[in-house]
């Protein structure tokens, strides 16, 4: 992996935009902000954050988090010298921020899914590593950069919730020994661990509550999924980052193998969570578009919710579940 040419167009450009996904998690926003803040402590560069998604409560302690954009508030006509994007499997994970990459002088892919197939001019992606924030890790390794506690802070949460705190399948050596190096650059694990997965309010745990309630099982309760409408987000007045840790519960069922979540998202228009044990979703998801990893994937598939549901069975089944 060429390290070395992206310090180069760092050191060489005067404004720089890092694009987070969209509906962000730990990882893409962890690491947006180890990137901005690592940035400016080695080039001195203030770097632009965007996020065409609102960025969840869960998330808001990162330092700079704050500093994070939306679409609505940056500058669309400006041209970059360099977008990096973090995180991102495709370049429809960026949404509408498309039209700041397309007119960028340079661009840059960070990131470590499977089926990321390199969209940019510059592609650094290590499919064997467990979070965008381990690669990030490796790149400032290389390159000698400076790690404040601060930036190590950001790139632990990035790894923390990629590995489900350490619980999944990629959580491999490697990430443990970028976790450790982190901690010793000042990451306070007890303290991002409350701040990630012990400050969820009263109305998120009920909405969480209600959701698996309403689990429905299929083939032997090897299948679990449940629904989410707007009209129960709204009734809970759950946030927006209401789903996060959903499909996780429901694959915990000692008899799933697949656990699934589809989420209303729009009219006829369907967001899908999948989870496994040993079964490749990331393979499901890319017949609709979507991708990830073997044992955590996504999609967005048209269709009403329930017309969703039965297209995702459909493509479980065939996998002779």
């Avoid at 089926?115 to 381990?134: L, Q, R, V």
């Avoid at 969570?273 to 994937?297: P, T, Y």
Wanted: hydrophobic fraction near 35%; proline fraction near 2%.
């Amino acid at each position: 992996m060429d390290f070395p040419q992206l310090n180069n167009i760092i050191k060489s450009s005067k404004n720089i935009l890092i694009i987070s996904h969209i509906n962000p998690d730990g990882d893409t926003l962890g690491s947006a902000c180890a990137l901005s803040n690592a940035v400016k402590d080695n080039f001195f560069k203030e770097c632009d954050m965007l996020c065409v998604s609102k960025v969840p409560k869960t998330y808001e302690f990162l330092h700079c988090a704050s500093k994070i954009k939306t679409f609505e508030d940056i500058d669309i006509s400006r041209e970059y010298d360099l977008v990096i994007c973090v995180d991102d499997a495709a370049i429809d994970r960026i949404g509408d921020a498309k039209i700041l990459f397309d007119k960028a002088k340079c661009t840059v892919n960070i990131d470590h899914h499977k089926t990321n197939k390199g969209y940019a001019d510059i592609n650094i992606i290590n499919s064997d590593a467990s979070s965008t924030g381990e690669v990030l890790c490796e790149i400032f390794d290389t390159l000698d950069w400076k790690v404040s506690k601060e930036t190590a802070s950001a790139l632990y949460t990035a790894i923390l919730t990629d590995t489900g705190s350490f619980r999944f399948d990629n959580t491999t050596s490697e990430a443990l020994k970028a976790a450790a190096r982190l901690v010793k650059k000042g990451a306070n694990p007890s303290e991002i661990y409350k701040k990630v997965y012990e400050s969820s309010s009263k109305n998120h745990v009920l909405f969480q509550a209600y959701c698996i309630s309403k689990a429905e099982f299929y083939n032997d309760d090897k299948i679990v999924c449940t629904t989410i409408y707007k009209k129960d987000i709204e009734k809970f007045n759950a946030p927006e980052d209401c789903t996060e840790g959903l499909t996780e519960k429901l694959r915990a069922i000692v008899t799933t193998e697949v656990a699934f979540v589809v989420r209303e998202i729009g009219t006829s228009v369907s967001k899908v969570s999948m989870r496994s044990k040993n079964v490749d979703v990331a393979e499901i998801c890319a017949e609709f578009g979507g991708g990830g990893h073997k044992l955590a994937a996504g999609c967005v598939i048209k269709g009403t919710v329930k017309e969703t549901v039965k297209k995702i069975l459909d493509e479980i089944r065939k996998r002779k579940i």
